[in-house]
């Protein structure tokens, strides 16, 4: 598996480009409020992307969805059940707490049970962590040991869940234990790719994150 990583827009959102060797079919994993600079370098690569996975339906991982479906009308975008409402409202995304109308027509696919799946000949592992939101999920390679954890999980981090109309500490709970229980038990050298930041380890963030101890 071979990974790129641009950093996308002003809330700088970690755009993962998923291939593998002597293939130019890829994998994209959420986009940014800036898509432009995914589509120069899909374009200067000779990328073909067959498959869009959102890991959330926040506003600042899904603005890209309609502009690479335009350039790319082959493509497929996956978001899990739960989120998959947010894509069409900006009341829900948030687009409307960042001063912006931002929406996106429908997902191809509803993700809805946890475990391996096929984006069209890429193989991930879906794990269901709501918290962030109630749609939120992490993509593990068991394989390439890494882990694609949105805003799931971030080095000495995890998600918010201060959000109007939420039960933030509630939420947060749920986080925690998903994360505990769904995370936690991978091995310790899984590398983790957030949506945000830089990348970190399972082992690491057992030790060291303070909202897991």
Do not use: W
């Amino acid at each position: 598996m071979l990974i790129n990583k641009l950093v996308l827009g002003e809330y700088e959102n970690n755009c993962y480009i998923v291939r593998k060797e002597n293939s130019g079919n890829c994998l994209i994993i959420d986009t940014g409020l800036d898509t432009m600079p995914l589509l120069d370098f899909l374009k200067q690569n000779n990328l073909n992307p067959l498959a869009l996975i959102l890991t959330h339906g926040h506003v600042d991982h899904i603005a890209g969805v309609d502009l690479l479906r335009e350039n790319y009308t082959q493509i497929k975008v996956y978001i899990h059940k739960d989120d998959s409402e947010m894509l069409g409202n900006k009341m829900k995304n948030f687009a409307v707490m960042l001063g912006k109308d931002i929406t996106a027509l429908p997902a191809n696919v509803l993700l809805e049970k946890e475990g391996v799946a096929d984006f069209e000949g890429f193989s991930l592992n879906v794990i269901h962590t709501p918290g962030h939101t109630p749609g939120g999920i992490c993509l593990y390679s068991e394989e390439d040991k890494k882990i694609f954890t949105g805003d799931t999980l971030f080095a000495n981090s995890v998600g918010r869940t201060d959000f109007p109309g939420c039960d933030a500490h509630q939420r947060m709970q749920q986080l925690i234990e998903n994360i505990k229980t769904k995370l936690m038990i991978l091995p310790e050298d899984t590398k983790v790719l957030p949506g945000h930041g830089g990348a970190t380890t399972i082992g690491r963030e057992k030790r060291r994150n303070p909202y897991l101890q």
